[in-house]
């Protein structure tokens, strides 16, 4: 089994990962988990990822054309598997 994980902080899951029990099934070849960093999706110079809200307004939420390259190379993977 592959989980792929996108996020902006693959250094700092890698620890918790790697100490849990998914850590013991990925070194026992059960499980292979991915840590994608958002950013290397990004494409002007400041890697920027977040959006303003819709509406407007204080926040910021994470933009889906950042994640739409990722979701779609995962999604090839999985169909070039079989799966």
């Known amino acids: 089994m592959r989980i792929d994980v996108i996020t902006l902080f693959p250094e700092i899951l890698s620890g918790p990962i ?5 850590g013991r099934a990925q ?6 988990i991915a840590l994608h960093q958002l950013r290397d999706y990004a494409n002007d110079r ?6 303003k809200p ?3 307004g204080p ?11 990722r979701c779609r190379m995962c999604s090839r993977r999985l169909r070039s598997r079989g799966a």
């Open 27 to 32: 070194r026992g070849g059960q499980v292979e």
């Open 46 to 51: 400041h890697h920027t990822v977040d959006d």
């Open 59 to 69: 926040g910021c939420c994470s933009s889906a054309s950042r994640f739409s390259p």
């Open 18 to 22: 790697d100490a849990s029990i998914l």
């Open 54 to 56: 819709y509406g407007g």
